[in-house]
């Protein structure tokens, strides 16, 4: 069975010991996991995998975990069905910009409009050194579906980011 864990509070030095501490506790195990700091905030996404009751055993735990450290944390029992492999070839695209509120959307839309689906996406914002100037950057992984010619897509992709005033790169993910 998976439960897919969210935690959301104040940052501090131990919450990733305290959050595994009652995974290992509980006999479960992490199959993926994203954890950062937000400004002064923590934020955890998890996917963990145990038996029935070590799962229960879990959401109970942190229940209490959530009490202690005074933190927001939010699970879901994950579908135990197979999904069907997907006819994709993962992307990167990496978005170097100044900043502008709408290009998330804007990219968003781009890759929804051709039924690409956006995998994975992080964003920061900081100043540009020597003059200051609020930059923008964006790493997405793409789910590109194998009917779509990657030529037209690349050469429509770059005409979008011209555009929008974007400098960006398209390429396949090596592993």
Not at 37 to 60: M, P, R, S
Not at 96 to 125: C, P, W, Y
Request: net charge negative; glycine share 4%.
């Amino acid at each position: 069975m998976q439960l897919v864990i969210t935690a959301l509070g104040e940052d501090r030095p131990d919450l990733i010991v305290e959050l595994t501490r009652a995974l290992k506790d509980c006999k479960c195990h992490i199959l993926e996991s994203r954890v950062t700091e937000l400004g002064t905030e923590f934020a955890a996404h998890l996917l963990v995998d145990g038996n029935w009751n070590h799962i229960v055993k879990l959401e109970n735990a942190l229940e209490a975990l959530a009490t202690r450290l005074k933190l927001k944390i939010h699970t879901l029992r994950a579908s135990e069905e197979i999904p069907e492999p997907d006819q994709v070839v993962p992307y990167a695209v990496d978005i170097f910009a100044s900043d502008q509120i709408d290009n998330i959307h804007e990219l968003a839309g781009f890759f929804l409009e051709r039924g690409i689906k956006v995998m994975d996406l992080s964003t920061s914002r900081y100043p540009a050194p020597y003059s200051g100037a609020p930059l923008f950057l964006a790493h997405m992984i793409v789910k590109i579906p194998i009917s779509l010619k990657i030529v037209s897509l690349r050469d429509e992709f770059l005409e979008f980011c011209d555009h929008q005033n974007l400098d960006a790169i398209l390429e396949p993910v090596k592993r």
